[in-house]
Protein backbone atom coordinates (compact mmCIF):
# COMPACT_ATOMS: atom_id res chain seq x y z
CA UNK A 1 0.00 0.00 0.00
CA UNK A 2 1.43 3.22 -0.96
CA UNK A 3 2.28 5.52 1.87
CA UNK A 4 -0.36 8.92 1.83
CA UNK A 5 2.20 11.02 3.11
CA UNK A 6 4.16 14.04 1.21
CA UNK A 7 7.35 13.59 0.01
CA UNK A 8 8.68 15.83 1.99
CA UNK A 9 7.69 14.15 5.26
CA UNK A 10 11.15 13.45 7.33
CA UNK A 11 10.17 9.64 7.13
CA UNK A 12 9.09 9.40 3.09
CA UNK A 13 11.97 11.87 2.40
CA UNK A 14 14.67 9.26 4.59
CA UNK A 15 13.28 6.75 1.99
CA UNK A 16 13.75 8.39 -1.18
CA UNK A 17 17.22 9.77 -0.35
CA UNK A 18 19.05 6.77 -1.21
CA UNK A 19 18.25 7.11 -4.65
CA UNK A 20 18.04 10.98 -5.08
CA UNK A 21 21.82 11.14 -3.48
CA UNK A 22 22.67 8.77 -6.52
CA UNK A 23 20.47 10.46 -9.19
CA UNK A 24 22.88 13.78 -8.12
CA UNK A 25 25.86 11.49 -8.72
CA UNK A 26 24.95 10.14 -12.12
CA UNK A 27 24.38 13.65 -13.12
CA UNK A 28 27.86 14.41 -12.40
CA UNK A 29 29.52 11.60 -14.00
CA UNK A 30 27.45 12.14 -17.16
CA UNK A 31 28.66 16.22 -16.92
CA UNK A 32 32.62 14.45 -16.26
CA UNK A 33 31.64 11.98 -19.46
CA UNK A 34 30.42 14.64 -21.89
CA UNK A 35 33.22 16.94 -21.10
CA UNK A 36 35.69 14.43 -21.52
CA UNK A 37 34.79 14.09 -24.74
CA UNK A 38 35.00 17.68 -25.82
CA UNK A 39 31.51 18.66 -25.35
CA UNK A 40 30.21 22.02 -24.06
CA UNK A 41 27.14 22.32 -21.30
CA UNK A 42 24.27 24.98 -22.37
CA UNK A 43 21.25 26.32 -20.77
CA UNK A 44 18.40 26.64 -22.57
CA UNK A 45 15.40 29.00 -21.94
CA UNK A 46 12.36 26.97 -20.77
CA UNK A 47 9.78 29.42 -22.35
CA UNK A 48 9.78 29.70 -26.18
CA UNK A 49 7.55 31.28 -28.48
CA UNK A 50 6.61 27.76 -29.96
CA UNK A 51 7.14 24.26 -27.64
CA UNK A 52 7.73 22.09 -30.25
CA UNK A 53 5.52 21.32 -33.44
CA UNK A 54 4.93 17.51 -32.56
CA UNK A 55 0.58 16.54 -32.97
CA UNK A 56 0.13 14.60 -29.68
CA UNK A 57 2.53 16.27 -27.21
CA UNK A 58 0.82 19.10 -24.81
CA UNK A 59 2.30 22.23 -23.66
CA UNK A 60 1.94 24.68 -20.47
CA UNK A 61 1.11 27.60 -22.24
CA UNK A 62 1.64 31.37 -20.63
CA UNK A 63 1.95 35.14 -21.88
CA UNK A 64 4.73 37.86 -21.04
CA UNK A 65 3.78 41.04 -20.20
CA UNK A 66 5.88 44.18 -22.05
CA UNK A 67 6.39 47.26 -20.68
CA UNK A 68 4.02 49.16 -23.36
CA UNK A 69 1.10 47.12 -21.71
CA UNK A 70 0.91 44.50 -24.67
CA UNK A 71 1.48 40.57 -23.83
CA UNK A 72 3.71 37.97 -25.99
CA UNK A 73 2.49 34.39 -25.79
CA UNK A 74 5.04 31.62 -24.74
CA UNK A 75 5.09 28.26 -23.89
CA UNK A 76 6.99 25.98 -21.17
CA UNK A 77 9.09 24.06 -24.03
CA UNK A 78 8.54 20.64 -23.96
CA UNK A 79 12.23 19.71 -25.30
CA UNK A 80 15.21 22.12 -25.31
CA UNK A 81 15.83 20.53 -28.99
CA UNK A 82 15.31 23.96 -31.00
CA UNK A 83 17.48 26.22 -28.77
CA UNK A 84 20.48 23.82 -29.01
CA UNK A 85 19.75 23.11 -32.82
CA UNK A 86 20.21 27.44 -32.69
CA UNK A 87 23.32 26.96 -31.05
CA UNK A 88 24.26 24.35 -33.82
CA UNK A 89 23.76 26.70 -36.04
CA UNK A 90 25.58 29.24 -34.29
CA UNK A 91 28.93 27.48 -34.52
CA UNK A 92 29.01 25.07 -31.21
CA UNK A 93 30.19 21.91 -32.63
CA UNK A 94 29.19 19.46 -29.61
CA UNK A 95 27.12 20.47 -27.10
CA UNK A 96 24.62 19.06 -24.06
CA UNK A 97 21.64 20.30 -21.95
CA UNK A 98 20.43 18.81 -19.21
CA UNK A 99 16.64 20.65 -18.67
CA UNK A 100 13.97 20.83 -17.05
CA UNK A 101 11.15 20.51 -19.27
CA UNK A 102 7.02 20.36 -18.99
CA UNK A 103 4.22 18.36 -20.46
CA UNK A 104 1.11 18.83 -20.15
CA UNK A 105 -1.37 15.17 -19.74
CA UNK A 106 1.42 13.36 -18.92
CA UNK A 107 1.92 11.77 -15.49
CA UNK A 108 1.83 7.99 -14.60
CA UNK A 109 4.95 5.37 -13.38
CA UNK A 110 7.00 6.66 -16.32
CA UNK A 111 5.71 10.56 -16.77
CA UNK A 112 5.30 13.80 -15.00
CA UNK A 113 4.76 17.29 -15.82
CA UNK A 114 7.81 18.31 -15.19
CA UNK A 115 11.18 15.89 -15.37
CA UNK A 116 14.57 16.37 -16.45
CA UNK A 117 15.51 15.67 -20.23
CA UNK A 118 19.48 15.08 -21.41
CA UNK A 119 20.12 15.88 -25.02
CA UNK A 120 23.35 16.03 -26.79
CA UNK A 121 24.38 17.12 -30.20
CA UNK A 122 27.14 15.86 -32.53
CA UNK A 123 28.33 18.28 -35.71
CA UNK A 124 29.25 16.47 -38.35
CA UNK A 125 28.51 12.79 -36.89
CA UNK A 126 26.33 10.13 -37.88
CA UNK A 127 23.53 8.94 -35.23
CA UNK A 128 25.51 5.40 -35.64
CA UNK A 129 27.56 7.56 -32.70
CA UNK A 130 24.74 8.21 -30.98
CA UNK A 131 24.38 4.40 -30.74
CA UNK A 132 27.45 4.16 -29.28
CA UNK A 133 26.98 7.11 -26.66
CA UNK A 134 24.29 5.27 -25.58
CA UNK A 135 25.70 2.17 -24.47
CA UNK A 136 28.78 3.71 -22.94
CA UNK A 137 26.01 5.77 -20.92
CA UNK A 138 23.80 2.96 -19.56
CA UNK A 139 27.43 1.25 -18.93
CA UNK A 140 28.45 4.64 -17.24
CA UNK A 141 25.58 4.82 -14.63
CA UNK A 142 25.39 1.19 -13.79
CA UNK A 143 29.13 1.48 -12.72
CA UNK A 144 28.20 5.03 -11.12
CA UNK A 145 25.16 3.04 -9.30
CA UNK A 146 27.55 0.18 -8.30
CA UNK A 147 24.67 -2.33 -9.83
CA UNK A 148 25.40 -5.27 -12.26
CA UNK A 149 22.09 -5.31 -13.78
CA UNK A 150 18.90 -2.39 -14.09
CA UNK A 151 15.60 -3.39 -13.37
CA UNK A 152 12.07 -2.00 -13.89
CA UNK A 153 9.29 -4.04 -12.49
CA UNK A 154 9.99 -7.75 -13.21
CA UNK A 155 11.87 -7.02 -16.34
CA UNK A 156 15.54 -7.17 -16.35
CA UNK A 157 18.49 -6.00 -18.20
CA UNK A 158 22.58 -6.18 -18.58
CA UNK A 159 23.50 -2.78 -18.54
CA UNK A 160 27.18 -3.52 -19.71
CA UNK A 161 26.17 -5.58 -22.91
CA UNK A 162 26.11 -4.46 -26.33
CA UNK A 163 22.42 -3.09 -26.97
CA UNK A 164 20.66 -5.55 -30.00
CA UNK A 165 20.02 -3.28 -32.85
CA UNK A 166 16.79 -4.30 -34.76
CA UNK A 167 15.26 -2.30 -36.94
CA UNK A 168 10.85 -0.67 -36.93
CA UNK A 169 10.53 -3.18 -39.86
CA UNK A 170 11.96 -6.05 -38.30
CA UNK A 171 10.54 -5.37 -34.71
CA UNK A 172 6.93 -5.51 -36.67
CA UNK A 173 7.40 -8.41 -38.26
CA UNK A 174 9.43 -10.47 -35.68
CA UNK A 175 6.25 -9.99 -33.26
CA UNK A 176 3.69 -8.86 -34.99
CA UNK A 177 3.74 -11.09 -38.55
CA UNK A 178 3.42 -7.52 -40.19
CA UNK A 179 5.17 -6.23 -43.28
CA UNK A 180 5.51 -2.47 -42.11
CA UNK A 181 6.99 -1.26 -45.38
CA UNK A 182 4.70 -2.76 -47.62
CA UNK A 183 2.59 0.29 -46.32
CA UNK A 184 5.10 2.79 -46.83
CA UNK A 185 6.13 4.28 -50.62
CA UNK A 186 9.28 6.44 -51.11
CA UNK A 187 9.25 10.11 -49.62
CA UNK A 188 6.81 8.69 -47.21
CA UNK A 189 3.02 8.59 -48.61
CA UNK A 190 1.13 5.64 -46.56
CA UNK A 191 -1.54 3.00 -47.44
CA UNK A 192 -3.82 3.24 -44.76
CA UNK A 193 -5.71 0.15 -46.32
CA UNK A 194 -3.22 -2.13 -46.57
CA UNK A 195 -1.94 -1.53 -42.74
CA UNK A 196 -5.20 -2.25 -41.32
CA UNK A 197 -5.59 -5.25 -43.04
CA UNK A 198 -2.16 -6.32 -41.54
CA UNK A 199 -3.23 -5.17 -37.66
CA UNK A 200 -6.45 -6.83 -37.75
CA UNK A 201 -4.60 -10.01 -38.90
CA UNK A 202 -2.02 -9.79 -36.13
CA UNK A 203 -5.28 -9.86 -33.73
CA UNK A 204 -5.49 -6.02 -32.88
CA UNK A 205 -8.59 -3.78 -33.23
CA UNK A 206 -9.22 -1.16 -35.80
CA UNK A 207 -11.82 1.44 -35.51
CA UNK A 208 -12.53 3.82 -39.26
CA UNK A 209 -11.22 6.50 -37.86
CA UNK A 210 -8.25 5.32 -37.44
CA UNK A 211 -5.40 6.58 -39.18
CA UNK A 212 -2.12 5.11 -40.55
CA UNK A 213 -0.22 6.64 -37.76
CA UNK A 214 -2.46 5.60 -35.19
CA UNK A 215 -2.36 2.24 -36.10
CA UNK A 216 1.27 1.89 -36.05
CA UNK A 217 1.29 3.57 -32.65
CA UNK A 218 -1.05 0.37 -32.03
CA UNK A 219 1.01 -2.14 -32.98
CA UNK A 220 4.31 -0.71 -31.63
CA UNK A 221 2.34 -0.23 -28.16
CA UNK A 222 0.86 -3.22 -28.19
CA UNK A 223 3.48 -5.88 -30.14
CA UNK A 224 6.70 -4.29 -29.94
CA UNK A 225 7.55 -2.46 -27.17
CA UNK A 226 6.85 -5.18 -24.38
CA UNK A 227 9.35 -6.92 -26.29
CA UNK A 228 12.26 -4.49 -26.32
CA UNK A 229 15.06 -4.07 -23.93
CA UNK A 230 15.00 -7.26 -22.08
CA UNK A 231 18.03 -9.13 -21.35
CA UNK A 232 19.97 -6.36 -22.74
CA UNK A 233 19.03 -2.87 -24.12
CA UNK A 234 17.79 -2.56 -27.70
CA UNK A 235 17.97 0.38 -30.03
CA UNK A 236 15.21 0.24 -32.54
CA UNK A 237 15.94 2.26 -35.56
CA UNK A 238 14.55 3.18 -39.06
CA UNK A 239 11.14 4.56 -38.36
CA UNK A 240 9.09 5.13 -41.11
CA UNK A 241 9.07 8.58 -42.63
CA UNK A 242 5.94 9.65 -40.95
CA UNK A 243 6.88 9.26 -37.59
CA UNK A 244 10.67 10.81 -37.69
CA UNK A 245 9.30 14.89 -38.18
CA UNK A 246 12.92 15.78 -37.34
CA UNK A 247 14.57 13.40 -38.91
CA UNK A 248 16.51 13.37 -42.79
CA UNK A 249 15.84 10.47 -44.52
CA UNK A 250 17.68 7.29 -44.56
CA UNK A 251 20.09 6.97 -47.93
CA UNK A 252 19.79 3.74 -48.06
CA UNK A 253 15.82 3.47 -48.20
CA UNK A 254 13.42 6.27 -48.67
CA UNK A 255 10.61 5.22 -46.76
CA UNK A 256 12.70 5.66 -43.67
CA UNK A 257 14.44 8.31 -41.46
CA UNK A 258 17.44 7.97 -39.52
CA UNK A 259 15.31 7.91 -36.33
CA UNK A 260 16.26 5.38 -33.15
CA UNK A 261 15.14 4.39 -30.02
CA UNK A 262 16.47 3.46 -26.95
CA UNK A 263 14.45 0.88 -24.84
CA UNK A 264 16.01 -0.76 -21.23
CA UNK A 265 13.50 -3.07 -19.58
CA UNK A 266 10.54 -2.24 -21.80
CA UNK A 267 11.43 1.62 -20.71
CA UNK A 268 12.06 3.53 -23.32
CA UNK A 269 14.72 5.70 -22.56
CA UNK A 270 15.78 7.83 -25.75
CA UNK A 271 14.91 9.40 -28.91
CA UNK A 272 17.42 10.27 -31.78
CA UNK A 273 18.15 11.46 -35.11
CA UNK A 274 20.24 12.41 -37.70
CA UNK A 275 19.03 15.75 -37.92
CA UNK A 276 16.37 17.26 -40.75
CA UNK A 277 18.41 20.42 -42.29
CA UNK A 278 16.00 21.01 -44.85
CA UNK A 279 14.07 24.04 -43.24
CA UNK A 280 11.43 23.24 -46.20
CA UNK A 281 11.19 20.42 -45.75
CA UNK A 282 10.74 20.81 -42.21
CA UNK A 283 8.33 23.45 -42.35
CA UNK A 284 5.87 21.50 -44.40
CA UNK A 285 6.21 18.01 -41.78
CA UNK A 286 5.43 20.94 -38.79
CA UNK A 287 2.27 21.62 -40.56
CA UNK A 288 1.30 19.08 -41.20
CA UNK A 289 1.65 17.73 -37.58
CA UNK A 290 -0.34 20.76 -36.18
CA UNK A 291 -3.32 20.01 -39.05
CA UNK A 292 -3.02 17.14 -37.57
CA UNK A 293 -2.95 17.96 -34.03
CA UNK A 294 -5.99 20.51 -34.65
CA UNK A 295 -7.91 17.44 -36.18
CA UNK A 296 -7.74 15.69 -32.88
CA UNK A 297 -7.19 18.53 -30.34
CA UNK A 298 -8.72 21.83 -32.04
CA UNK A 299 -5.41 23.74 -31.29
CA UNK A 300 -2.17 24.54 -33.21
CA UNK A 301 1.23 25.72 -31.98
CA UNK A 302 2.89 28.31 -33.62
CA UNK A 303 6.24 27.58 -35.65
CA UNK A 304 9.55 29.09 -34.54
CA UNK A 305 10.12 31.11 -37.40
CA UNK A 306 13.51 31.59 -36.04
CA UNK A 307 14.01 27.75 -35.48
CA UNK A 308 13.33 27.47 -39.11
CA UNK A 309 15.76 29.84 -40.00
CA UNK A 310 18.50 28.52 -38.18
CA UNK A 311 17.86 25.22 -39.33
CA UNK A 312 19.15 26.44 -42.77
CA UNK A 313 22.44 27.39 -41.46
CA UNK A 314 23.09 24.28 -38.98
CA UNK A 315 25.22 21.81 -40.26
CA UNK A 316 24.65 18.15 -40.50
CA UNK A 317 24.26 16.79 -37.59
CA UNK A 318 23.11 13.99 -35.17
CA UNK A 319 20.84 14.90 -31.81
CA UNK A 320 19.35 12.45 -28.89
CA UNK A 321 17.11 13.44 -26.29
CA UNK A 322 17.29 10.73 -23.15
CA UNK A 323 15.00 10.88 -20.46
CA UNK A 324 17.37 10.95 -17.57
CA UNK A 325 14.83 10.30 -14.85
CA UNK A 326 13.80 7.24 -16.13
CA UNK A 327 17.81 6.48 -16.52
CA UNK A 328 17.94 6.57 -12.76
CA UNK A 329 14.64 4.48 -12.52
CA UNK A 330 16.49 2.07 -13.76
CA UNK A 331 19.42 2.29 -11.92
CA UNK A 332 18.18 2.43 -8.49
CA UNK A 333 14.97 -0.47 -9.06
CA UNK A 334 12.44 2.35 -8.49
CA UNK A 335 9.29 1.73 -9.60
CA UNK A 336 7.53 5.24 -10.15
CA UNK A 337 9.34 8.73 -11.63
CA UNK A 338 8.73 10.36 -8.56
CA UNK A 339 11.19 7.95 -6.29
CA UNK A 340 13.51 9.69 -7.95
CA UNK A 341 12.52 13.22 -8.19
CA UNK A 342 13.87 15.46 -5.54
CA UNK A 343 10.27 17.47 -5.79
CA UNK A 344 7.88 15.92 -7.41
CA UNK A 345 4.52 18.37 -8.63
CA UNK A 346 2.02 18.25 -6.01
CA UNK A 347 -1.12 16.48 -7.19
CA UNK A 348 -4.30 18.23 -5.96
CA UNK A 349 -7.05 16.36 -6.58
CA UNK A 350 -10.72 18.21 -6.10
Sequence with gaps: MTDPSPWWAPHVHADRRPRLLLRNALMAALRAWFAGRG??????????????????????ATRERRADGTHQPLYL??????????????????????????????????????????????????????????????????????????????????????????????????FAGIDLLASVAPGGETDRGRLEADVRAAGLRTAPDDTWADLFSRVLTDKVEPRLGQGRATILHDYPIPEAALARPSPRDGRVAERFELYCCGVELANAFGELT?????????????????????????????FLAALGRMPEASGIALGFDRLVMLATGATRIEDVLWTPVADIRA
Design 39 to 60: FVEVDAAALQVSPGNEAHLAAF
Design 278 to 306: DAAEQRRRFEAEMDERERVYGERYPLDED
Design 77 to 174: HTSPEFACKKLLAAGEPRLFCAAPVYRNGERSALHHPCFTMLEWYRAGETYEALMDDCAAILALAAETAGVKRFQFRDRKADPFFPPERLSVAEAFRL
